[in-house]
């Protein structure tokens, strides 16, 4: 499996991005995908994941403002990202799982004041 990350850029702060991980594997509808990010100094933490069946979880410090979703018929999973705070700088990864874990590159997002 391989994922391709994309979207990422400079905002400021209360605007929006979309995120979008690509990826290239036959039976895509059946993984589990989730969105990962890393700060400077910070741990990589889990921002939000979505099932095969649709269903979703977020990190606390994102709900109400990030959306998670998915388009099986073009191997892709979003996260749409509004009001967007400075500590939601990070660079962003997508990953999923089957025998091993796969990681996308990772794409940055920079929201600025």
């Known amino acids: 499996v391989q994922l391709q990350a994309s979207g990422g850029g400079l905002v400021q702060a209360g605007g929006s991005l979309r995120l979008s991980c690509a990826a290239s594997?036959?039976?895509?509808?059946?993984?589990?995908v989730a969105w990962y990010r890393q700060s400077p100094g910070k741990q990589r933490e889990l921002v939000a994941a979505?099932?095969?069946?649709?269903?979703?979880n977020y990190a606390d410090s994102v709900k109400g403002r990030f959306t998670i979703s998915r388009d099986n018929a073009v191997n892709t999973v979003y996260l749409h990202m509004n009001s967007l705070k400075l500590e939601d700088t990070a660079i962003y990864y997508c990953?999923?799982?089957?025998?091993?874990?796969?990681w996308g590159q990772g794409t940055l997002v920079t929201v600025s004041s």
């Open positions: 594997t036959r039976g895509f509808s059946l993984y589990s």
């Open positions: 990953y999923t799982k089957d025998w091993a874990d796969h």
């Open positions: 979505i099932r095969s069946s649709g269903d979703t």
